[in-house]
T-cell receptor, first 114, second 112 residues
Framework: DTGVSQDPRHKITKRGQNVTFRCDPI?????LYWYRQTLGQGPEFLTY????????KSRLLSDRFSAERPKGSFSTLEIQRTEQGDSAMYLC????????????FGPGTRLTVL | GNSVTQMEGPVTLSEEAFLTINCTYT??????LFWYVQYPGEGLQLLLK?????DKGSNKGFEATYRKETTSFHLEKGSVQVSDSAVYFC???????????FGSGTKLNVKP
Protein backbone atom coordinates (compact mmCIF):
# COMPACT_ATOMS: atom_id res chain seq x y z
CA ASP A 1 0.00 0.00 0.00
CA THR A 2 1.31 3.40 -0.92
CA GLY A 3 -0.95 5.15 1.57
CA VAL A 4 -3.61 7.81 1.21
CA SER A 5 -2.33 10.86 -0.64
CA GLN A 6 -3.71 14.37 -0.72
CA ASP A 7 -2.95 17.25 -3.01
CA PRO A 8 -2.03 20.00 -2.48
CA ARG A 9 -0.48 19.80 0.97
CA HIS A 10 -0.85 23.53 1.48
CA LYS A 11 -3.14 26.08 -0.13
CA ILE A 12 -3.27 29.82 0.51
CA THR A 13 -6.14 31.68 -1.09
CA LYS A 14 -7.94 34.97 -0.84
CA ARG A 15 -11.42 35.24 0.57
CA GLY A 16 -14.03 34.68 -2.09
CA GLN A 17 -11.93 32.39 -4.26
CA ASN A 18 -12.80 28.77 -5.02
CA VAL A 19 -10.46 25.94 -4.06
CA THR A 20 -10.39 22.23 -4.87
CA PHE A 21 -8.58 19.49 -3.02
CA ARG A 22 -7.88 15.98 -4.19
CA CYS A 23 -7.66 12.73 -2.25
CA ASP A 24 -6.31 9.45 -3.62
CA PRO A 25 -7.25 6.58 -1.32
CA ILE A 26 -5.39 3.33 -0.98
CA UNK A 27 -6.05 1.12 -3.96
CA UNK A 28 -9.19 -1.02 -3.60
CA UNK A 29 -10.41 0.91 -0.58
CA UNK A 30 -14.10 1.36 -1.22
CA UNK A 31 -14.96 3.86 1.51
CA LEU A 32 -13.64 7.41 1.59
CA TYR A 33 -14.18 10.05 4.26
CA TRP A 34 -13.50 13.78 4.41
CA TYR A 35 -12.87 15.60 7.68
CA ARG A 36 -12.02 19.12 8.74
CA GLN A 37 -9.65 19.77 11.64
CA THR A 38 -9.05 23.14 13.22
CA LEU A 39 -6.18 23.93 15.55
CA GLY A 40 -6.48 22.20 18.90
CA GLN A 41 -9.52 20.18 17.88
CA GLY A 42 -10.17 16.69 16.66
CA PRO A 43 -11.27 15.91 13.11
CA GLU A 44 -14.90 16.80 12.33
CA PHE A 45 -16.70 14.53 9.90
CA LEU A 46 -17.78 16.20 6.65
CA THR A 47 -18.88 13.47 4.26
CA TYR A 48 -18.48 9.82 3.31
CA UNK A 49 -18.50 7.84 0.06
CA UNK A 50 -18.96 4.17 -0.53
CA UNK A 51 -17.55 3.62 -4.00
CA UNK A 52 -18.96 6.53 -6.04
CA UNK A 53 -22.05 7.07 -3.89
CA UNK A 54 -22.06 9.89 -1.34
CA UNK A 55 -23.99 8.27 1.51
CA UNK A 56 -23.60 10.69 4.38
CA LYS A 57 -23.14 14.44 4.70
CA SER A 58 -22.63 16.47 7.85
CA ARG A 59 -24.64 19.58 8.55
CA LEU A 60 -21.21 21.26 8.67
CA LEU A 61 -21.10 20.84 4.90
CA SER A 62 -22.73 24.07 3.78
CA ASP A 63 -23.89 24.61 0.23
CA ARG A 64 -20.50 26.15 -0.53
CA PHE A 65 -18.91 22.73 -0.09
CA SER A 66 -19.22 19.92 -2.58
CA ALA A 67 -17.49 16.58 -2.83
CA GLU A 68 -17.34 14.04 -5.60
CA ARG A 69 -15.93 10.61 -6.23
CA PRO A 70 -16.89 10.07 -9.85
CA LYS A 71 -15.33 6.70 -10.53
CA GLY A 72 -15.15 5.38 -7.04
CA SER A 73 -11.41 5.99 -6.83
CA PHE A 74 -10.07 9.49 -6.13
CA SER A 75 -12.25 12.19 -4.60
CA THR A 76 -12.35 15.97 -4.79
CA LEU A 77 -13.59 18.46 -2.24
CA GLU A 78 -14.43 21.92 -3.55
CA ILE A 79 -15.08 25.01 -1.47
CA GLN A 80 -16.69 27.90 -3.27
CA ARG A 81 -16.47 31.54 -2.18
CA THR A 82 -14.02 30.74 0.60
CA GLU A 83 -14.32 32.51 3.94
CA GLN A 84 -11.70 33.02 6.63
CA GLY A 85 -13.56 30.52 8.80
CA ASP A 86 -12.79 27.82 6.23
CA SER A 87 -9.12 27.94 7.23
CA ALA A 88 -8.36 24.46 8.56
CA MET A 89 -6.68 21.16 7.80
CA TYR A 90 -8.79 19.01 5.48
CA LEU A 91 -8.23 15.30 6.01
CA CYS A 92 -9.13 12.33 3.89
CA UNK A 93 -9.35 8.74 5.08
CA UNK A 94 -10.18 5.46 3.42
CA UNK A 95 -11.09 1.94 4.47
CA UNK A 96 -11.11 -1.37 2.68
CA UNK A 97 -14.07 -3.69 2.23
CA UNK A 98 -14.93 -5.71 5.33
CA UNK A 99 -12.62 -3.54 7.46
CA UNK A 100 -14.70 -0.41 7.63
CA UNK A 101 -13.58 0.27 11.19
CA UNK A 102 -9.92 0.73 10.24
CA UNK A 103 -9.41 4.14 8.71
CA UNK A 104 -6.17 5.09 7.01
CA PHE A 105 -5.64 8.84 6.98
CA GLY A 106 -3.83 11.01 4.49
CA PRO A 107 -1.45 13.81 5.50
CA GLY A 108 -4.08 16.48 4.97
CA THR A 109 -4.35 19.72 3.01
CA ARG A 110 -3.84 22.87 5.06
CA LEU A 111 -6.01 25.70 3.79
CA THR A 112 -5.35 29.31 4.73
CA VAL A 113 -7.89 31.90 3.64
CA LEU A 114 -6.59 35.47 3.77
CA GLY B 1 -26.56 12.14 19.70
CA ASN B 2 -22.98 10.97 19.46
CA SER B 3 -20.03 12.71 21.05
CA VAL B 4 -16.67 12.07 22.67
CA THR B 5 -15.11 13.93 25.59
CA GLN B 6 -11.49 13.47 26.53
CA MET B 7 -9.29 15.04 29.15
CA GLU B 8 -7.58 18.25 28.25
CA GLY B 9 -3.86 18.37 27.90
CA PRO B 10 -1.09 18.73 27.75
CA VAL B 11 -0.11 15.81 29.92
CA THR B 12 3.55 15.86 30.90
CA LEU B 13 5.18 12.73 32.28
CA SER B 14 8.64 11.44 32.94
CA GLU B 15 9.88 8.41 31.07
CA GLU B 16 8.64 5.10 32.55
CA ALA B 17 5.68 6.78 34.28
CA PHE B 18 2.17 5.34 34.12
CA LEU B 19 -0.19 6.97 31.66
CA THR B 20 -3.95 7.37 31.75
CA ILE B 21 -5.89 9.52 29.30
CA ASN B 22 -9.58 9.64 30.09
CA CYS B 23 -12.25 9.33 27.42
CA THR B 24 -16.01 9.21 27.86
CA TYR B 25 -18.64 9.02 25.20
CA THR B 26 -22.30 9.55 24.45
CA UNK B 27 -23.81 7.38 21.76
CA UNK B 28 -27.01 5.98 20.38
CA UNK B 29 -26.90 2.25 19.95
CA UNK B 30 -23.71 0.26 20.28
CA UNK B 31 -20.75 2.09 18.80
CA UNK B 32 -17.20 0.94 18.20
CA LEU B 33 -14.51 2.86 20.05
CA PHE B 34 -11.04 3.87 18.91
CA TRP B 35 -7.84 5.58 19.92
CA TYR B 36 -5.85 7.35 17.22
CA VAL B 37 -2.39 8.85 17.58
CA GLN B 38 -0.79 11.72 15.72
CA TYR B 39 2.98 11.97 16.00
CA PRO B 40 4.61 15.33 15.28
CA GLY B 41 4.52 16.09 11.57
CA GLU B 42 2.58 12.93 10.72
CA GLY B 43 -1.00 11.94 9.92
CA LEU B 44 -3.44 10.22 12.23
CA GLN B 45 -2.86 6.52 12.81
CA LEU B 46 -5.16 3.97 14.37
CA LEU B 47 -3.65 2.90 17.70
CA LEU B 48 -6.28 0.46 18.99
CA LYS B 49 -9.97 -0.31 18.84
CA UNK B 50 -12.79 -2.17 20.61
CA UNK B 51 -16.04 -3.12 18.98
CA UNK B 52 -18.23 -4.23 21.88
CA UNK B 53 -18.65 -3.89 25.62
CA UNK B 54 -15.85 -5.35 27.77
CA ASP B 55 -13.53 -5.72 24.76
CA LYS B 56 -9.96 -4.64 25.43
CA GLY B 57 -8.00 -3.09 22.61
CA SER B 58 -4.22 -3.18 22.82
CA ASN B 59 -1.23 -2.17 20.73
CA LYS B 60 2.37 -1.06 21.38
CA GLY B 61 1.88 -1.42 25.14
CA PHE B 62 -1.25 0.75 25.17
CA GLU B 63 -4.58 -0.64 26.35
CA ALA B 64 -8.16 0.54 26.61
CA THR B 65 -11.27 -1.32 27.76
CA TYR B 66 -14.76 -0.61 26.43
CA ARG B 67 -16.85 0.09 29.55
CA LYS B 68 -20.52 0.36 28.68
CA GLU B 69 -21.65 0.91 32.26
CA THR B 70 -19.47 4.01 32.64
CA THR B 71 -19.47 4.93 28.92
CA SER B 72 -15.71 5.15 29.02
CA PHE B 73 -12.68 4.04 27.00
CA HIS B 74 -9.66 5.24 28.95
CA LEU B 75 -6.21 4.83 27.40
CA GLU B 76 -3.46 3.40 29.61
CA LYS B 77 0.19 2.48 29.32
CA GLY B 78 2.29 1.12 32.10
CA SER B 79 5.59 2.74 31.18
CA VAL B 80 5.76 5.59 28.68
CA GLN B 81 8.74 6.41 26.50
CA VAL B 82 9.89 9.67 24.99
CA SER B 83 8.82 8.29 21.60
CA ASP B 84 5.20 8.17 22.84
CA SER B 85 5.05 11.96 22.77
CA ALA B 86 2.16 12.73 20.45
CA VAL B 87 -1.47 13.83 20.36
CA TYR B 88 -4.00 11.12 21.20
CA PHE B 89 -7.58 11.19 19.94
CA CYS B 90 -10.47 9.12 21.23
CA UNK B 91 -13.19 8.38 18.66
CA UNK B 92 -16.40 6.45 18.17
CA UNK B 93 -18.36 5.19 15.21
CA UNK B 94 -21.88 3.80 14.96
CA UNK B 95 -22.28 0.18 13.97
CA UNK B 96 -22.24 0.86 10.22
CA UNK B 97 -19.15 3.12 10.30
CA UNK B 98 -20.85 5.74 8.20
CA UNK B 99 -19.21 8.48 10.25
CA UNK B 100 -16.69 8.89 13.02
CA UNK B 101 -16.78 11.27 15.97
CA PHE B 102 -13.50 12.42 17.47
CA GLY B 103 -12.59 14.01 20.77
CA SER B 104 -10.52 17.18 20.86
CA GLY B 105 -7.25 15.37 21.46
CA THR B 106 -4.83 15.15 24.37
CA LYS B 107 -1.21 16.12 23.88
CA LEU B 108 1.28 13.92 25.71
CA ASN B 109 4.80 15.11 26.42
CA VAL B 110 7.22 12.55 27.83
CA LYS B 111 10.46 13.88 29.27
CA PRO B 112 13.64 11.80 29.54
Amino acid sequence: DTGVSQDPRHKITKRGQNVTFRCDPISEHNRLYWYRQTLGQGPEFLTYFQNEAQLEKSRLLSDRFSAERPKGSFSTLEIQRTEQGDSAMYLCASTKPDHANEQFFGPGTRLTVL
Amino acid sequence: GNSVTQMEGPVTLSEEAFLTINCTYTATGYPSLFWYVQYPGEGLQLLLKATKADDKGSNKGFEATYRKETTSFHLEKGSVQVSDSAVYFCALSPYNFNKFYFGSGTKLNVKP
